[in-house]
C-alpha cells in the first residue's frame, strides 16, 4: 500500500505563487514517474505535470513557463512550484505516484486526497 499526503494548497491573489508538495509512505521499494493532475470544478481531471524517476518532465501546455516540477527521491517527495497563477488554475490539485515493492513488482499507480488551489482576488 501507498499513502500520498499533499500539502501547500490555499487561496492565492492572480499572479501569486503557491508550492504543493507530496509525500508517499509504505513499504515502498522505488517510485516510477510522479505527477499533479487538476479537477476544476465541472470537469475532467487533467494532466498538470509529470515527472519520471530519471527527471524527464512533460507539462500541460497552459502552465508551460509558470510552473516546475521536481522531486526529492530520498524523502519520496514531488513537489509543484505554481507562479504567476491565473483564476483559471483555480482546482483540485492530485498528487500521483506509481511505486513499487518488491524488486520484480509491477508498479502500482496511487493517488493523494487533493488539495484546493484557489486563485482570486
Known amino acids: 500500500q501507498v499513502q500520498l499526503v499533499e500539502s501547500g494548497g490555499g487561496l492565492v491573489q492572480p499572479g501569486g505563487s503557491l508550492e504543493l508538495s507530496c509525500t508517499a509512505s509504505?513499504?515502498?521499494?522505488?517510485?516510477?514517474?510522479m505527477g499533479w493532475y487538476g479537477q476544476a470544478p465541472g470537469k475532467e481531471r487533467e494532466l498538470v505535470a509529470t515527472?519520471?524517476?530519471?527527471?524527464?518532465?512533460n507539462y500541460a501546455d497552459s502552465v508551460k513557463g509558470r510552473f516546475t516540477i521536481s522531486r526529492d527521491n530520498a524523502k519520496k517527495t514531488v513537489y509543484l512550484q505554481m507562479n504567476g497563477l491565473k483564476p483559471e488554475d483555480t482546482a483540485v490539485y492530485y498528487c500521483?505516484?506509481?511505486?513499487?515493492?518488491?524488486?520484480?513488482?509491477?508498479?502500482?499507480?496511487?493517488w493523494g486526497q487533493g488539495t484546493q488551489v484557489t486563485v482570486s482576488s
Open positions: 500521483n505516484a506509481n511505486a513499487r515493492f518488491t524488486r520484480y513488482g509491477s508498479f502500482v499507480s496511487a
Open positions: 509504505g513499504s515502498i521499494l522505488s517510485i516510477g514517474a
Open positions: 515527472i519520471t524517476s530519471d527527471d524527464s518532465t
